[in-house]
């Protein structure tokens, strides 16, 4: 029986606030304040690049589905991945290749379907994108359980090696037929995903998202197997101990789910918004994922808004390069600033308490 | 006459040298029990201090200037995780990971507000070659290891310090027996916090070197995200080299040729390989490394442990 | 009288966040004199002597150092530079270290192996207490662990010896060697001191010149040793109440009439020659034969270290067997000796370490409104003192979590129970619950297996001893002297 890796003290609990409206509020309010130390801290005028921000963010039904929202989508969906890793002690840091991987996948199936009906190939696309999240989450999994490899560095190579897989099939066996542009051949209007609302570049990977975060908090809730998961995240010694959990299966089930979430987010982006494979296809979502997990608490469900906070956030600040020239590397450092403000939340007050002890 | 065998093993060493920098640093931070994911953003942050100081200060002092000026960034960073890891006891492994984030975000952004979006007219001061006289001339090894910058001939001098100091020093065996077991160096009347946050800052500033070779001794000009993975690297080396400076740097080594060999295979003509493979290489070879290892017995046994003492 | 004080520590407060932990304590130590401090868990001993040694800071009160008083802040280092010395009950050596570098730690500048060697020499010739300067602390048996942490002491000038439970992990015969020696090193330097920390009656009257006995914080009672009977040590350690229960079990363990009975009862755990290994493949128990019997308590006697950490755990289902045969039921309840790390979900709520229980062969959905009112029926039956069944564990106290543990492995019944250390650092009410649940699990017909480092728990708890040293078992006859022996490996 192999040692179980101690579960890292995540952020799951709040003391003060218990509303979700009232946590939302105090989220944005943070977010706000620390994005306006920033900005003034690198001499832009707060006001003019808020204001860009805004209207890149929320400014019309267009700005908020087809900016936001398109970007909440893929940051829900690594950010669930992340979430649930977490929650079963497992620190995926590894979404960002997770989703490479699945992205590749799902381009290299529809680039071989071309004369397959878009009624199959697209769902087996999106299942093979899955698969492949899952088996690049794998090689982590199994590193951890055979050799005790710590999975934080591990996924972290993982989206190196990743990265130069893709930029390898973007101009070997995927590049486009002209050979002139490292990307994939642009996918058929059939084999894209169907947009929510005309005029918009919403896609049904919302509908994805929502559906699959709202089964994993129930799924964690109420069912013995998510219950199985956090014993397996709060205690891996106790879970073995006295509930004979088997932990190193229930962690290589949770890496590969969360490697098959992550894998769904490229492929729902790739067939959803670039309807092409290429290197920068991820703004680094699978990082920001991490942001948008701990901010929820690890909490499905409040994935979903930190996920809506996080796209708003994107779309603003590319709105924000563009209209108030604010470097868009601002927006990552305000993401990390509040994770590391998080983490000083929950720390503070425990410290406090063990200092007077 | 210099043979594609000579390049590829300068190389190898050039390559090792940042990367052996930065692990040692975290061989130290980490035998004290305290495990930095954070070091890639002392790594950044030390290259884009390096950069600004070294262009500011201009000349051969600028050099100097950009390898203090790396340190001090890399202090300043880590000055951050102590903090969080030491004083605050949060995880160490989140906490590194958002430091990580926040260094690249952080460097991206003051790059771009000090340079422009367009980064260009960066000249600064670099640190050239210094051949040894006659070493340098010797068969195989000898441009390798005698015909490189000074940073390196530091190395020579720093590893066997650092193997002395860990088992010779009382300082060395206070570090040791904290990452052992900080109870017991309490009872012993050390610091254990102090020695943390010590360990964890002189990683920072090894690491903060690391990223001035970087910039100083290898490119001459700051690239965003240049770190590319080198503090995740130089964690692994820490586990292949178990610990002890002398294997930290045979590991580097190892990871210097393992990035070298795009330039030999380059100059064997094997274009057909695709250099993705050779880009690439680096970190398969980590994660390959690290299942080899296994050797997570070898590890101080307190490592990344959040609570300090038990009693 | 003042003069001859080695050690003097005076209105002593000190309040952990909600809990007084000492409240005016005062402790005098004579010069050349073993002064035991005498009291149950959670009484505030450790806590006292920490003080003294710098590791914990007193909210008020002073402390004298053989006549200086120490200014605060007052730190381990200073305690060391003004003599005092303390051997902790959970060793503070490195164990991936050597003995020399162990005694070295703490000091400035070159380390010189060579001169560390000289010195742990020559302490072992002038003191007796010999060691290997070269060993890893992690190679030595736990007595020898002991002698080093004294070494480390006495490398420093400690002319003020602090000894927190040093009997616990040993066997009955190493116990008297080393209070024996103690008595020696105050005899032949009549400035030094030695101060004993023990919750035992018999080893504070057999050993200490002086007692001082603290209850619940405070100082209750002290004076010379031979002014004291058992009696009223007991009274004073425990208050009035309290006594019969606890001189009954320490004074004279408790002879069951079950014993006779036993024979009429079927095998429930039968081990055939079974060897273990730990999981780092050392073979760590061999050729174990024994059973556990429906409706009896075996106990298991071992100093620390022999195999009953993997031997427990092999026989629960959780370590695999090398060699030979065991028939043991798979529905084994464990308890185990570490709660926070290998017990609880801290975080969590009782009704979901409730299911906890369950939590890897159980599928479907969680009936969470279900466990919720078996929790909380459990918490009234067992005495379980919480709010609710929604606390977080870590709310309770450590008696509480215990007898909860207790609880959850005895819910449903099972065929036999696995108990490790069950009444480590519980106070005397807490840890008589402990047994009485113990016992009465044993009259309810379950098999139960029983290990304590604390040999006397032991022999008042088990109907059958297995002693086991170095891996193998034998079974003895209940009687301290042939199981202390048998501990030792003296068949």
């Not at chain 1, 014993?231 to 891996?236: A, D, L, S, Y």
């Not at chain 1, 879970?239 to 949770?254: D, H, K, P, Y």
């Not at chain 2, 979006?117 to 001339?137: C, E, F, Y």
């Not at chain 2, 010779?168 to 610091?191: C, K, M, N, Y």
Request: net charge positive.
């Amino acid at each position: 029986m192999d040692t179980p890796i101690a579960a890292p003290s995540l952020p799951v609990r709040v003391a003060v606030l218990r509303s979700p409206l009232a946590q939302a509020a105090a989220l944005t309010a943070l977010t706000l304040g620390v994005l306006v130390t920033l900005l003034l801290a690198t001499g832009h005028d707060p006001g003019v690049a808020l204001r860009a921000l805004a209207r890149g963010a929320f400014g019309s039904w267009y700005a908020f589905t087809s900016a936001t929202l398109v970007r909440a989508v893929p940051l829900a969906l690594t950010g669930l991945a992340v979430a649930l890793a977490f929650r079963a002690g497992l620190l995926n840091i590894g979404a960002e290749g997770q989703l490479l991987a699945g992205a590749a996948a799902t381009a290299a199936v529809l680039g071989a379907f071309t004369s397959v009906s878009a009624v199959i190939a697209l769902p087996v696309a999106l299942l093979v994108g899955m698969i492949c999240g899952a088996l690049w989450a794998g090689m982590a999994a199994l590193l951890r359980q055979r050799f005790g490899v710590l999975e934080v560095i591990s996924t972290i190579m993982l989206n190196y090696v990743a990265l130069y897989l893709v930029g390898w099939l973007v101009r070997g066996p995927l590049q486009e037929p002209s050979r002139i542009y490292p990307q994939s051949e642009g996918l058929a209007r059939a084999f894209q995903l169907p947009t929510l609302f005309t005029g918009t570049r919403l896609h049904v990977g919302l509908v994805l998202a929502v559906g699959l975060s709202t089964l994993a908090w129930w799924w964690l809730r109420s069912t013995a197997g998510g219950f199985r998961l956090r014993t397996v995240g709060m205690n891996p010694s106790a879970a073995f101990t006295i509930g004979r959990v088997n932990v190193s299966r229930v962690s290589v089930w949770a890496f590969l789910v969360s490697g098959a979430l992550a894998g769904l987010a490229g492929a729902v982006e790739l067939t959803g918004v670039t309807y092409a494979l290429y290197e920068s296809i991820s703004p680094g979502y699978g990082y920001t994922a991490i942001a948008v997990a701990l901010l929820a608490r690890l909490n499905p469900l409040g994935v979903l808004g930190t996920a809506v906070l996080f796209g708003a956030l994107q779309a603003g600040g590319n709105a924000m390069q563009r209209d108030a020239g604010v470097p868009i590397a601002l927006v990552h450092v305000v993401e990390a600033i509040i994770i590391l403000l998080v983490i000083a939340g929950d720390r503070l007050p425990a410290t406090r308490a063990e200092r007077s002890a | 006459m210099i043979t594609p065998v000579d390049d590829f093993l300068a190389a190898a060493v050039r390559t090792a040298t940042p990367l052996a920098l930065a692990a040692l640093g975290e061989c130290i931070t980490e035998r004290g029990g305290v495990i930095n994911i954070g070091l890639e953003g002392a790594i950044i942050c030390g290259a884009l201090a390096a950069t600004i100081a070294a262009g500011t200060v201009g000349g051969p002092l600028g050099v100097t200037a950009g390898f203090t000026a790396g340190a001090l960034a890399g202090v300043v960073v880590t000055l951050l995780f102590a903090l969080f890891t030491v004083y605050l006891r949060a995880d160490q492994i989140i906490t590194g990971t958002a430091i990580t984030l926040l260094s690249l975000g952080f460097t991206g952004l003051v790059y771009k507000t000090v340079y422009g979006t367009t980064g260009v007219g960066l000249t600064i001061p670099t640190i050239g070659d210094v051949p040894i006289p006659g070493l340098s001339q010797l068969p195989l090894v000898g441009r390798a290891l005698f015909a490189q910058p000074v940073i390196t001939y530091a190395l020579y001098a720093i590893v066997p310090f650092l193997a002395w100091w860990f088992v010779r020093t009382h300082a060395g065996l206070a570090l040791r027996a904290t990452g052992e077991s900080p109870d017991a160096a309490l009872a012993a009347g050390i610091q254990p916090r102090t020695v943390q946050a010590l360990a964890v800052l002189a990683g920072g500033a090894f690491a903060g070197v690391a990223g001035a070779t970087l910039v100083l001794a290898q490119s001459g000009t700051f690239v965003e995200g240049m770190s590319a993975g080198k503090g995740f690297i130089a964690i692994a080396i820490v586990v292949l080299g178990r610990w002890t400076p002398l294997g930290v740097a045979g590991a580097a080594l190892l990871f210097g040729g393992a990035s070298a060999l795009q330039y030999l295979f380059q100059s064997l003509g094997w274009r057909e390989v695709p250099y993705q493979l050779f880009l690439a290489l680096p970190y398969v070879l980590t994660l390959l490394v690290l299942a080899r290892a296994s050797a997570r017995s070898q590890a101080p046994a307190a490592l990344a442990r959040r609570q300090l003492t038990v009693g | 009288m003042t003069a001859s004080l080695a050690l003097s520590l005076r209105g002593i407060h000190k309040q952990f966040g909600a809990v007084r932990a000492l409240h005016d304590v005062t402790l005098a130590v004579r010069a050349g004199t073993v002064h035991a401090l005498l009291g149950e868990n959670g009484a505030g001993k450790s806590t006292l002597m920490r003080i003294a040694f710098g590791l914990v800071r007193a909210d008020r009160g002073t402390v004298d150092v053989l006549g200086t008083t120490c200014a605060p802040p007052f730190t381990p280092s200073m305690a060391i530079a003004a003599g005092v010395g303390m051997v902790h009950q959970h060793f503070s050596l490195v164990s991936a270290m050597t003995v020399s570098e162990n005694i070295a730690l703490g000091s400035q500048g070159r380390y010189d192996p060579a001169t560390v060697h000289a010195q742990v020499r020559r302490i072992g010739e002038r003191t007796g207490l010999v060691l290997d300067p070269n060993a890893r602390v992690s190679e030595l048996p736990v007595s020898a662990q002991q002698r080093c942490e004294i070494v480390k002491a006495l490398a420093r000038d400690a002319r003020i010896l602090i000894l927190d439970e040093p009997t616990a992990v040993l066997a009955p015969d190493e116990a008297q060697a080393l209070l024996a020696w103690l008595r020696t090193f105050v005899a032949e330097h009549p400035s030094h001191a030695v101060v004993l920390i023990t919750h035992k009656l018999r080893d504070a009257l057999a050993m200490a010149d002086d007692i001082t006995v603290l209850r619940r914080g405070e100082r209750v009672a002290a004076g010379v040793a031979h002014t004291f009977t058992e009696a009223s040590l007991a009274d004073a350690m425990l208050g009035p109440g309290e006594r019969t229960h606890a001189v009954q079990q320490e004074v004279m363990p408790r002879v069951d009439a079950h014993t006779d009975s036993v024979g009429a009862h079927h095998n429930v755990i039968t081990a055939d020659a079974i060897d273990v290994r730990d999981p780092r493949n050392v073979l760590r128990v061999r050729g174990a034969s024994f059973t556990v019997r429906a409706g009896e308590i075996v106990g298991v006697a071992a100093v620390e270290g022999s195999g009953q950490h993997e031997l427990l755990r092999a026989v629960a289902g959780m370590l695999s067997i090398a060699n030979g045969r065991l028939s043991a039921p798979s529905d084994i309840a464990f308890v185990p000796e570490d709660r926070h790390r290998d017990a609880l979900l801290l975080d969590a709520s009782l009704t979901e370490n409730l299911a906890l229980r369950d939590a890897g062969t159980r599928s479907g959905r969680m009936e969470w409104r279900t466990l919720a009112t078996r929790t909380a029926a459990l918490l009234t039956k067992r005495d379980v003192r919480a709010r609710d069944a929604q606390v977080n564990a870590r709310t309770l106290s450590g008696g509480n979590q215990q007898k909860f543990i207790l609880a959850r492995a005895l819910d449903d019944a099972p065929p036999a129970l696995i108990v490790e250390n069950p009444t480590r650092g519980l106070d005397f009410r807490a840890t008589a619950d402990v047994h009485d649940a113990l016992r009465d699990a044993r009259d309810a017909g379950i098999a139960v297996l029983l290990y304590s480092s604390d040999l006397d728990e032991v022999l008042a708890l088990a109907d059958r001893v297995l002693a086991l040293h170095n891996g193998v078992v034998h079974e003895v006859p209940r009687d301290r002297a042939i199981v202390g022996r048998a501990m030792l490996g003296a068949a």
